[in-house]
Structure formats: C-alpha cells, structure tokens
C-alpha cells in the first residue's frame, strides 16, 4: 500500500527555516514521476489549507499567496521524495503540514479533493 512519511517539522523562531521531507513507498516502480504533489497545512481549529504543488516532472511550482516568495517545493523522482523549503517563517505559519500526491499531468491542483495519497503530517511551530 502507498504510504507517505513527512519529516523535518519542529520548533523555530520568527524568521528561522526548516525543510520539509515527504517519502513514498509502495508505489509501483519507477510510477512516481506520474504523481503530481502538494502540501497542505492544517492550524488548530482551522480547515485544511493550500501550501504549495508541484507538476508531475517538476516544470510547474504553484504558491498559496501567503507562503509565495518564501517556501520552494521541490520534487525528487528517483529518490520518491518530495520537499518543503520554508524560509522567513512567522508565527501564523504553525500548522501540521501534510504531503499529498495526485496522479496527474499539466497544472497541479490546489483543491485537497483531488490527492489520492496522504502522509500523516510533521508538527512545524514558529515562535514570536
């Protein structure tokens, strides 16, 4: 079965960074460059929201407007993994952020509808 492990959540000051892994396993061999992928954050109390996404073969990044300029997502097809660079984070960054995957070619999606896959998420909690 697919599984997706997040990793490389934690504490750090206002304007600190982090990166964000996000690994698959159980996917047919080689099938993992046919996967668009995206992050999504969940703040307490909070509905699921937008991070970033990235195309199939990596050709198209697109940003929530709150992150743009800050985070990179980036998309490794040989080692099944997928990053979150966060730079300049401020406090209303702390959420659960969770990775997800959707077999799909052309512009990825923002609507959390549309990931067949999900990863259980990694804590990120920025102090002021």
């Known amino acids: 079965q697919v599984q997706l492990v997040e990793s490389g959540g934690g504490l750090v000051q206002a304007g600190g960074s982090l990166r964000l892994s996000c690994a698959a396993s159980?996917?047919?061999?080689?099938?993992?460059?046919?996967?668009?992928a995206a992050w999504f954050h969940q703040a307490p109390g909070k509905e699921r929201e937008f991070v970033a996404a990235?195309?199939?073969?990596?050709?198209?990044?697109i940003y929530a407007e709150s992150v743009k300029g800050r985070f990179a997502i980036s998309k490794d097809n040989e080692k099944n993994t997928v990053r979150l660079q966060l730079n300049s984070l401020k406090p209303e960054d702390t959420a659960v952020y969770s990775c997800?995957?959707?077999?799909?070619?052309?512009?990825?999606?923002?609507?959390?509808?549309?990931?067949?896959?999900w990863g259980q998420g990694t804590q990120v909690t920025v102090s002021s």
């Open positions: 990235i195309s199939y073969l990596g050709g198209i990044t």
């Open positions: 159980g996917l047919a061999f080689g099938t993992f460059g046919i996967y668009a």
């Open positions: 997800a995957l959707d077999r799909r070619v052309g512009t990825p999606s923002r609507a959390p509808g549309s990931y067949d896959y």
